[in-house]
């Protein structure tokens, strides 16, 4: 009895390492990192430039669903991602969507039979169908028109997370920015010691917390911070 449980565990014990690597192996926003960002651009919306190697990665999942052939319109993921599998694996002019002016551009896709197996094609064109969608591509548009859109001294609080920390009316692990301005209004220079070099026991209603030294931040950086922050003493 006692080897029958043994042996139970020790399978178990593999099975779930082995999932686990499996899950790490073909994890397909890991893979598409790995073997896809030397030459096209990941970002959404895409970093356009005069000496980009590859089309962006939004361009290709986009166009590719476009242009596949399919009998049925709910086999169109599955056979982009078919193509893309056979494609990245044993690329040809014949067979490429690109017009020729693109080839032109960029070049024939080198194979990458190599280095990428079938089952790590198939998850990096599954995430690329899932991630690099028009509607993802909308929703990072209108947050990027949002963030425009703030207070320049907001976006280098967001930047460097202090609002993990602060809150403009409340105090949150360290004092809100309101209770910050009053007390600071007139030390401007307690102010940038603090951010720069971090501080202790200076707020007891932290109750211990420190603050983070923030050595990184420009002076530039810094100076619209505080304009932002003081500017809640009113």
Not at 4 to 31: I, S
Not at 134 to 143: A, D, G, H, I
Request: contains cysteine; neutral net charge.
């Amino acid at each position: 009895m006692f080897r029958l449980l043994l042996m139970n565990f020790l399978l178990l014990g593999f099975t779930a390492c082995h999932d686990d690597r499996q899950t790490v192996e073909f994890d397909g926003k890991l893979l598409t990192e790995k073997y896809c960002s030397s030459c096209h651009d990941l970002h959404i919306p895409p970093v356009i430039s005069d000496d980009e190697l590859a089309p962006p990665m939004l361009a290709i999942s986009v166009h590719i669903p476009e242009l596949v052939s399919v009998s049925n319109e709910s086999e169109r993921t599955s056979k982009a991602i078919d193509f893309v599998v056979d494609y990245v694996r044993d690329p040809s002019a014949e067979k490429a969507f690109c017009d020729k002016k693109s080839i032109k551009r960029y070049g024939l896709m080198p194979s990458q039979k190599e280095r990428v197996s079938k089952e790590e094609a198939k998850a990096i064109a599954t995430y690329m169908f899932q991630h690099y969608t028009q509607e993802n591509l909308t929703k990072k548009m209108k947050e990027k028109v949002e963030f425009d859109a703030l207070d320049p001294g907001r976006k280098v609080a967001l930047k460097y997370r202090c609002l993990g920390c602060h809150k403009v009316d409340r105090k949150l692990i360290g004092p809100s920015f309101i209770a910050i301005a009053k007390r600071h209004v007139d030390a401007k220079e307690k102010m940038i010691k603090s951010i720069k070099e971090g501080s202790k026991e200076r707020w007891e209603s932290s109750n211990g917390a420190i603050m983070p030294p923030f050595k990184q931040i420009s002076d530039d950086e810094l100076e619209i911070l505080l304009v932002w922050i003081l500017g809640f003493d009113t």
